[in-house]
């Protein structure tokens, strides 16, 4: 009797044992497809990651327009890049492809194309003799130097000058080399000016020893300045040579074919150099086939917060090494500066942490190609990570290409620029961390090709609201990105007129407060159901 008992507790045991593992079984089963059916984002960010040793053979760029006809994985892919990278995931239902419209609808255009054609009056180089010639020493980076340039154009038209190519700056921060013909098209330009400006190479031989001004140009000078104080130097001079060459020129209240001069010098003549537009076309491209990209101008760069004197979230060391080059950068005039005053006042660019916080709260998904139009970010791919983990696809020029086919350009920050100015330019969106000459320069050209969408973040608000997230006053979730939403639906790049001065300013200061020129040519080189015969098409490729 006692036998069968303890048979029949056996049984019973080892059928409770067997129930146990099967309903254990069947729940871990459950989670795991749980997770596999809600979480795609693991296996879809695999292909991005990139060998770390270039096994193939050296490749040489094929500087030729290619055609269009071919796929992306045929003739755009870099030889480090195993495979092509697959297109964002699609979109199912009918509030997600709401949302992608949303997210990637650029602002009404209101009808506007550019009106650049120069009066009926207007008179060619031809008819009306140079008195002599300019010679012009731009300063600053690429997009500072683009901007003075297109100026100098217009101030050779205001005194009857002929322009020589101006040298680009070779002594600033960037120490670059490059020369006016390495970074843009020199016959391009020569030859699109042919109406406009006399425009030649470089200074005639027997005017080689002659003696010529030197002048410092007055900041946000009018016509009449150019007119009658430079102008007049003719009498005693045949070379004329402009020191600097930004901001040299007033935003507003200039003659119409002066203020559409610029614009014709900056948007069709002052193009980039064949071999950059060129590469900057197979980074467009590449870009274009993962599905619709953000161009994210992430201003984290040493010598921006060394300038700008922003040390918000960094270690003291890091403060002291940006301190220090700021006191030993002679040209910098402001030394002493309270980084939290400057963030509070909306001063410092965003961080790549609170750039994340920014997207999500906007509704961009995870799985957003994000390209990251950038020098080295301060602090490497450390002050990346919380960027990363909430955006895995994160691109660069140094991803995209290989090796070799930025090697003509690596040594060369402003050829460097040219490429991440034309990827910006033709993104789905273009969003800047901080409002400087690049992401002016952007904003600018997007505008003038058909206001395509440009979220200028507000930093001044939005590090209000991080501070209370990072103190627990607030959480993410709905109600931050409705704040976020709101605070940012009229700042998209839709079309709007040229902001003046600030109301009570005064002298320089006033001038100094005024929209610049470039980054809003409306309304000047932008009419109502006027279009020109302006490429709006593409920034890289006539």
């Known amino acids: 009797m006692q036998r069968r008992r303890k048979k029949a507790v056996v049984i019973l045991q080892k059928m409770l044992t067997c129930a146990i593992c099967v309903i254990a079984l069947v729940a871990l089963l459950s989670v795991h497809l749980h997770i596999f059916t809600s979480s795609k984002l693991a296996d879809f960010a695999d292909p991005y990651k990139l060998p770390t040793v270039v096994t193939q053979k050296k490749h040489e760029i094929k500087y030729q327009i290619l055609s269009r006809e071919q796929s992306w994985t045929q003739e755009l892919a870099p030889p480090h890049l195993s495979k092509a990278p697959l297109p964002s995931r699609k979109l199912d239902d009918a509030s997600q492809i709401s949302d992608f419209k949303y997210l990637w609808k650029p602002p009404p255009n209101r009808d506007y194309a550019p009106c650049v054609e120069p009066s009926l009056n207007y008179t060619s180089p031809a008819e009306s003799s140079p008195r002599g010639y300019l010679m012009v020493n731009t300063n600053g980076g690429l997009n500072q130097m683009r901007a003075g340039i297109c100026d100098m154009v217009a101030v050779a038209r205001i005194i009857n000058a002929t322009l ?19 970074v843009f098209d020199e016959l391009h330009f020569i030859n699109s000016l042919a109406n406009d400006v006399e425009v030649i190479k470089k200074l005639p031989k027997e005017l080689s020893t002659a003696t010529r001004a030197v002048r410092h140009f007055k900041s946000w000078s009018s016509i009449d300045y150019y007119r009658d104080e430079i ?4 009498d005693d001079y045949q070379v004329i040579r402009a020191a600097k060459s930004d901001s040299r ?5 200039l003659p119409p074919d002066i203020q559409k001069l610029r614009c ?13 537009e060129a590469m900057g076309k197979l980074l467009v491209d590449r870009m274009r086939s ?3 990209y953000i161009a994210l101008h992430l201003r984290y760069e040493k010598d921006m917060l060394a300038f700008s004197g922003c040390t918000h979230d960094l270690s003291p060391a890091e403060a002291d090494e940006l301190r220090t080059i700021r006191e030993n950068t002679s040209y910098w005039k402001v030394k002493d500066i309270d980084s939290n005053e400057q963030r509070y006042k909306g001063y410092c660019p965003l961080t790549p942490k609170e750039v994340g916080l920014f997207l999500t709260s906007l509704g961009y998904p995870s799985n957003t190609p994000i390209y990251i139009a950038a020098g080295g970010i301060y602090g490497g791919d450390s002050r990346m990570v919380d960027l990363r983990s909430r955006y895995p696809i994160l691109m ?11 090697e003509p350009f690596v040594n060369h920050a402003s050829q460097m620029a040219a490429l991440d100015y034309i990827v910006s330019v033709e993104s789905d969106v273009f969003i800047p961390s901080y409002s400087g000459n690049m992401a002016r320069a952007v904003e600018g050209h997007r505008r003038f090709l058909g206001h395509r969408k440009t979220i200028s973040p507000d930093r001044k608000a939005l590090v209000r609201l991080f501070d209370k997230i990072e103190v627990g006053k ?14 940012h639906r009229r700042r998209q790049g839709s079309p709007r007129k040229r902001k003046g001065p ?6 320089m200061d006033r001038f100094r407060s005024e929209e610049a020129f470039y980054v809003n040519p409306l309304p000047d080189c932008l009419c109502r159901g006027e279009p020109s015969n302006v490429n709006s098409s593409s920034v890289a490729i006539r």
């Open 164 to 182: 020589v190519i101006p040298e680009l700056d070779k002594r600033s921060f960037w120490q670059d080399t490059s020369n006016f013909s390495d």
């Open 231 to 234: 102008a007049s130097m003719w």
């Open 249 to 253: 020129l007033a935003n507003n209240n």
């Open 264 to 276: 014709r010098a900056c948007y069709e003549a002052l193009r980039f150099a064949p071999q950059i």
């Open 290 to 292: 993962l599905g619709p």
């Open 396 to 406: 660069s020029k140094e991803k995209l290409a290989s090796v070799e086919e930025l």
């Open 474 to 487: 607030l959480k993410e979730g709905k109600n931050l990105s409705n704040r976020v939403i709101e605070m």
């Open 502 to 507: 600030i109301s009570g300013t005064k002298g």
